[in-house]
């Protein structure tokens, strides 16, 4: 069984502050690790995964996120918050043999101007 | 972007009547599933497929069907909606070649009056 859970489900920085929500996830087996965003009133878009080796991952719009096995989390940071950052964001846990993805309940995130 | 429509966008409908929402693909992908979008509940899986007619319950299932006659459409019915399935529905496809990334249609909100 796998599991996720996102600590906050309201995040608001400052336009350039650091951007860091949190993902920790439960699983058996070694993960595949997702982060998804969400814009308003459209679908979700994948901003990076974590499937095997470099356990540090890079994503589109200058997020990235760390896989650390000791801790079981997967923390979705960025250096400096842009407006356009403004969405909610879903951490997703699977593993290599198990095509469905168990989904976060997502966090909000606000910039302040 | 993947090529998924989800048909119709909008849809506003009555206690006990029937409604079927469609997802189409052009990407060929194996496997595709229909997720309800609800505040405080994220993302929960309510069919997936995995396979022309292979189908199967997720963890919301009851009052609705599916039906995979081909690869590139999934059907979901609600065979009488109540306002407890007013909803944003999305859809979505994976194939195992990109460790089951799941790439999401632009979602159908339904309202049940």
């Known amino acids: 069984a796998q599991s996720v859970t996102q600590l906050g489900s309201h995040v608001s920085v400052s336009e350039g502050a650091l951007v860091l929500l949190r993902c920790n996830y439960s699983?058996?087996?070694?993960?595949?690790l997702f982060w998804y965003v969400q814009y308003p009133n459209q679908g979700l878009q994948l901003l990076l995964k974590?499937?095997?080796?470099?356990?540090l991952v890079k994503g589109i719009n200058g997020f990235e996120a760390e896989f650390k096995k000791s801790e079981t989390s997967f923390h979705l940071t960025k250096p400096s918050a842009h407006m356009s950052d403004a969405a909610e964001y879903f951490c997703?846990?699977?593993?290599?043999?198990?095509?469905?993805?168990?989904f976060g309940k997502g966090t909000l995130l606000t910039v302040n101007p | 972007d993947a090529g998924i429509t989800q048909s119709p966008r909008h849809k506003v409908t009555e206690t006990g009547t029937p409604v079927t929402l469609r997802c189409h693909q052009t990407?060929?992908?194996?496997?595709m599933y229909w997720y309800r979008q609800d505040p405080g509940h994220g993302l929960r899986l309510i069919h997936y497929?995995?396979?022309?007619?292979?189908?199967d319950k997720g963890e919301v299932s009851d009052g609705y069907s599916v039906s995979r006659s081909k690869t590139e459409d999934f059907l979901l019915t609600l065979e009488s909606a109540t306002s407890s399935q007013t909803s944003v529905y999305f859809c979505?496809?994976?194939?195992?070649?990109?460790?089951?990334?799941?790439?999401f249609g632009p979602g159908t909100r339904l309202t049940v009056t």
């Open positions: 699983s058996s087996v070694p993960p595949y």
């Open positions: 990407e060929n992908h194996r496997y």
């Open positions: 979505a496809i994976s194939e195992w070649t990109s460790a089951f990334e799941q790439y």
């Open positions: 974590y499937t095997t080796g470099a356990t």
């Open positions: 997703a846990v699977s593993t290599g043999s198990n095509y469905k993805l168990t």
């Open positions: 497929s995995y396979g022309v007619k292979d189908t």
